[in-house]
């Protein structure tokens, strides 16, 4: 269990991702939102549907080549304009996931300075659906650097998650980042489905390509829209486990911070939230509520009236992932200067993180092919249930341990809309929501709920959800240094927090 406590020690509290370095994060949801208010599918993510698959291309594609001489090739020397004294190994590169059509997921993997042999893996992807977990997750919210302002310098994240995990970014689907395909048509067949389906893929060959490894503890984290990758990975996971009676990746809990799960409980959520803190105005409130119905039973907003009272809110020039956080501004000559200033945190963290990526030696350290690297991507995206709660309640029943987080200033996958969301399972509480401190300061409200499972006699603790203060997406950014310690052997057996 020790790799399990270290594990959780890296739980940051989620607070405010960069409205200029996540803009593009915040429009690629916002436009998927809205795409999906008129739209009649009613398709969801169906878990047998994993098994229906079992005897197609997925298990082909799953068959693993030899990658052993490929590990060496992937290792990182060091990075263009990284600081002296880096003690810890970093390796990126390409596993491909489709022979055929030449389809391959770009990774980033950093590992732990200490101990890196006996600490969990950890798989963290970003949403969008269509952004990057190298540019974001890696460079801006939870990885070891930092682009500084000359857009060649890197400097340490001292709160980074790799001090207590070996943590890999993966830029996925195809089309984002470094990922890419051959065959063009690839990326009009994006969606939930091939994107759970690609990630296994890359799980079992790069396991392959790093065997020390294979039975390690491993956990999958991810925000935003990763609200339906993180579950829909972790479900793949456990049923090609089944199918095969073999345990393939042990996989051991998943974290979900600020999670897209439910699109109705998100938009009401979304409104509930702005509201309460001032940015929509009681009279916009009362026409959304008094028009729509968020407890639809297909799931979808057809009521023209409904559509209307939404789309004519405007929340004005605020940071959606932190509605107290200062704004990047942009100049007429170009430039940009963020509208005040947040001890630790960049507004405008987006534009030196581009143009390093960008930068042909930087790709090259990466062993990325030559491009132009973009943030998000807009990719057809073909499938994405309405509700992510089925297969969470599912994961619940496999007795997965759950963990989701959510800083209280985001607008976008709001505390509201994931309360909403977890009401929606309807499960018992096993220990109360009460305040948690550190360094006598009250920072996080967490709350266990449990699942009675039919072959358990008792409750089993599988579900645990935490609202971080003063936090948005990500508080690696304003609340760095905060993290969530755990006792040895406790999760799943033990105390989730200390007292």
Not at 364 to 386: E, I, S, V, Y
Request: charged fraction near 15%; charge should be negative.
């Amino acid at each position: 269990m020790k790799s399990i406590s270290c594990f959780c020690l890296l739980l940051i509290c989620l607070a405010a991702l960069q409205l200029h370095a996540n803009a593009s994060q915040e429009a690629q949801l916002r436009e998927f939102i809205s795409s999906r208010k008129n739209s009649d599918s009613t398709d969801t993510f169906k878990v047998r549907n994993i098994a229906d698959r079992f005897s197609g291309s997925l298990n082909a594609e799953s068959s693993v080549s030899d990658q052993s001489s490929m590990k060496a090739a992937d290792m990182i020397t060091a990075l263009p304009g990284q600081p002296e004294g880096v003690d810890f190994d970093q390796y990126g590169g390409y596993v491909t996931v489709d022979e055929e059509n030449g389809r391959a997921l770009f990774y980033y993997l950093v590992e732990s300075p200490s101990g890196a042999s006996d600490k969990p893996l950890v798989l963290w992807l970003n949403g969008g659906p269509g952004c990057s977990s190298l540019g974001y997750g890696a460079m801006q919210e939870l990885g070891p650097f930092r682009v500084t302002e000359d857009n060649k310098t890197l400097s340490r994240n001292m709160n980074a998650w790799n001090n207590v995990a070996n943590v890999i970014f993966l830029e996925s689907p195809a089309g984002v980042g470094f990922s890419y395909s051959n065959t063009s048509t690839d990326y009009d067949l994006s969606g939930d489905e091939r994107t759970a389906d690609d990630a296994y893929v890359f799980l079992v060959k790069w396991l392959e390509r790093f065997p020390e490894y294979n039975g390690r503890a491993f956990y999958i984290s991810g925000e935003s829209f990763a609200g339906h990758y993180v579950p829909e990975l972790a479900a793949t996971i456990l049923l090609h486990n089944a199918y095969n009676n073999r345990t393939i990746i042990n996989l051991q809990g998943i974290l979900v911070g600020n999670p897209y799960l439910d699109a109705n409980r998100n938009i009401m959520g979304a409104i509930n939230y702005y509201w309460t803190h001032a940015v929509m105005s009681d009279e916009v409130y009362a026409n959304i509520t008094k028009n729509c119905d968020f407890d639809s039973v297909d799931g979808t907003f057809t009521n023209a009236a409904c559509n209307g009272a939404v789309d004519g809110f405007s929340a004005g020039n605020i940071d959606g992932y932190n509605i107290y956080a200062p704004v990047c501004i942009d100049e007429p000559n170009g430039g940009y200067h963020p509208s005040g200033y947040l001890p630790g945190y960049d507004p405008c963290s987006d534009y030196p993180t581009h143009a390093y990526l960008n930068d042909p030696a930087v790709q090259m350290a990466f062993h990325a092919r030559m491009t132009k690297w973009t943030g998000c991507t807009n990719l057809n995206w073909k499938d994405a249930p309405m509700s992510m709660l089925p297969t969470i309640k599912w994961l619940i029943e496999s007795k997965l341990p759950i963990w989701i987080f959510s800083g209280d200033f985001d607008t976008v996958c709001s505390l509201p809309g994931t309360r909403y969301s977890i009401q929606d399972l309807g499960l018992s509480v096993t220990t109360p929501w009460r305040p948690w401190t550190a360094k006598e300061e009250v920072i996080k409200f967490p709350i266990v709920n449990a699942s009675v499972h039919p072959r358990s006699p008792s409750n089993w603790r599988v579900f645990t959800r935490m609202v971080a203060l003063a936090g948005g997406r990500l508080c690696s950014a304003v609340r760095g240094g905060i993290h969530i310690p755990l006792r040895e052997g406790s999760w799943p057996s033990g105390s989730i927090l200390p007292a």
